[in-house]
């Protein structure tokens, strides 16, 4: 990498100046003067006088017997450094000519010239050549499915199955699906190239038809998958459930927490974010999504910080940047200023980039929410669902959004059926039903829904086990996982209030929550709201 000697001392103070005085480094005071301190020594040829202890001692005023490992403060605070640079040089030093960074593990900044930014049309071209997007993205190719009947009218059976499938397929757009175009016998089309290959099957007796499916990954040359669906055909309907059963090995297939995405992901988990494809990026997304942790949220964060820079076009890198600032404004995640009316701009940027995307619409309507508008955040929620009503992928995720906006029973019932069919529905959509049984006071209802919550890293796990506990008077157990919601946000006597109107908007389901928590013996600051 290149270093301070290839660079002018000017350059690199111009451009400290200009990191500082801009808007977008979100920094504090003291973080102004560790960049300084770290910059200047460096400029000095002081370097190797950059450790720990020199920084506390000098930019936090800690006293000469500091203790780094009994105080962690220089690591803390030399995260947040690096997140403040990686976003000042996402918004607004994007065509800076100088880039200062803090590798990870040192405290010593490194600088080197910062190549300008390719032009649109330049974005999918390299050294050697023009790259498709099928270099780029994960390919699927789904083959004609086999009619293993002795009916050979059936073949038309299998046809609609293939069709089917791709087509549901073809819903998930950080895949691309392939088909073998057809051809005459004199001339054969030939197979287009893909990673992963997607097989099946279907014999017909004279009452029961059974398909079978299979994925292949041709890098490994192995089978990731299989599976084998059965009806009755005197009692199915066939056109529905070729539909229904396309939607399902769809979602298994291709959904944020399906095959491909977690053997891609596994492939991707030590590339560094400069080197990760935008779909790597996106599943950097999807890992934060599973598990809600910080560290995940941090990794999503910086992957899809990089991927905007090197893919400025792709609808979804915006809107799960918008997607982050608004999770980790409403749940407050992780220490980092993410203002949601930022998260609101990446999100209308993506509309703006592909306004018929149903995920893009959902994720503006729970930023609506958040943010308090409620009237424009349910038009949102329609507008995705009037996109596609009959969408396997996201409709829990729409009823999460109308039901926290308003419309409880619709929103319910659209969890409830994609919980049904989707063998990857989200965990936290039974926080809605939750809230719905909570609402109507029926305590054993909602604490029945408790048992199915797989999200440990946030606090409405413990909190909602709480609530429903402490309304069924079973207050030692609710005050056991009162110490874990503490645990998670030791804050949230403070902060409680308001991380709970984040999310629910009827006064009477937040009076109902703060009352079972104070059963529970925690009592909320009531100055804190909204």
């Not at 915006?318 to 992780?334: R, S």
């Not at 929620?381 to 409880?408: Q, V």
Request: with cysteine; aromatic share 10%; charged share 25%.
């Amino acid at each position: 990498m290149t270093n301070e000697n290839s660079l002018s001392r000017q350059l690199i103070e111009t451009q400290l100046l200009r990191i500082l005085s801009s808007p977008e480094f979100k920094a504090t005071a003291r973080l102004e003067r560790f960049l300084k301190f770290i910059v200047g020594k460096t400029l000095e040829g002081q370097a190797d006088e950059i450790k720990g202890y020199s920084i506390a001692t000098t930019v936090f005023g800690r006293k000469n017997n500091f203790n780094q490992s009994k105080d962690p403060i220089v690591s803390i605070e030399a995260r947040r450094l690096r997140r403040s640079l990686e976003r000042y040089y996402l918004i607004d030093g994007m065509r800076d000519p100088v880039f200062i960074d803090i590798p990870k593990g040192s405290y010593i900044p490194t600088f080197r010239f910062q190549a300008p930014l390719p032009t649109d049309s330049l974005l999918t071209e390299t050294a050697s050549g023009t790259e498709s997007t099928l270099d780029k993205w994960p390919t699927v190719l789904v083959r004609q499915f086999q009619n293993l009947s002795d009916d050979t009218n059936q073949s038309l059976m299998a046809e609609g199955f293939t069709t089917e499938l791709a087509v549901e397929l073809a819903r998930y757009q950080d895949i691309i699906v392939l088909m073998k175009p057809s051809g005459s016998d004199e001339e054969p089309t030939s197979e287009p190239a893909a990673r992963f290959i997607m097989e099946g099957s279907l014999r017909c007796g004279p009452k029961k038809l059974r398909v079978s499916v299979h994925l292949f990954d041709t890098r490994s040359d192995s089978q990731l998958w299989g599976n084998c669906f059965q009806c009755n055909l005197e009692t199915v309907d066939l056109f529905n459930y070729q539909e229904e059963i396309g939607k399902i090995i769809a979602a298994t297939i291709a959904e944020q927490e399906g095959i491909i995405v977690k053997t891609l992901s596994l492939e991707s988990r030590n590339k560094p974010p400069t080197e990760m494809e935008t779909y790597e990026a996106i599943y950097k997304f999807y890992k934060f999504e599973s598990t809600y942790s910080a560290e995940t949220f941090l990794e999503a964060l910086t992957a899809l910080e990089h991927a905007a820079i090197k893919d400025p076009e792709c609808s979804h890198v915006w809107a799960y940047l918008g997607g982050l600032y608004t999770e980790n404004y409403g749940l407050e995640i992780v220490d980092l200023e993410t203002p949601i009316e930022k998260g609101i701009q990446f999100i209308e940027k993506a509309i703006q980039l592909d306004p018929s995307n149903q995920r893009i619409r959902i994720w503006m309507a729970e930023a609506r929410l958040i943010n308090n508008q409620l009237p424009e955040g349910l038009s949102e929620a329609k507008k995705a669902l009037a996109l596609n009503p009959m969408s396997l992928i996201y409709l829990d995720s729409i009823g999460y959004a109308l039901a926290l906006l308003g419309e409880w029973e619709q929103g319910c019932t659209l969890i409830r059926k994609a919980i049904s069919l989707n063998p990857y529905a989200h965990s936290y959509n039974y926080y809605i039903l939750c809230w719905d049984w909570l609402r109507r006071k029926e305590y054993e209802k909602a604490h029945a829904e408790t048992f199915r919550f797989r999200l440990p890293n946030i606090f409405w796990d413990p909190l909602n086990r709480a609530v429903t506990l402490a309304h069924l008077e079973r207050i030692e157990e609710a005050k056991q996982n009162v110490k874990e919601v503490l645990k998670l946000n030791p804050d949230f006597h403070a902060r409680g209030r308001t991380l709970i109107q984040h999310l629910i908007k009827a006064d009477d389901l937040v009076e109902c929550i703060i009352e079972g928590l104070k059963k529970a013996g925690l009592d909320l600051d009531r100055s804190q709201t909204g």
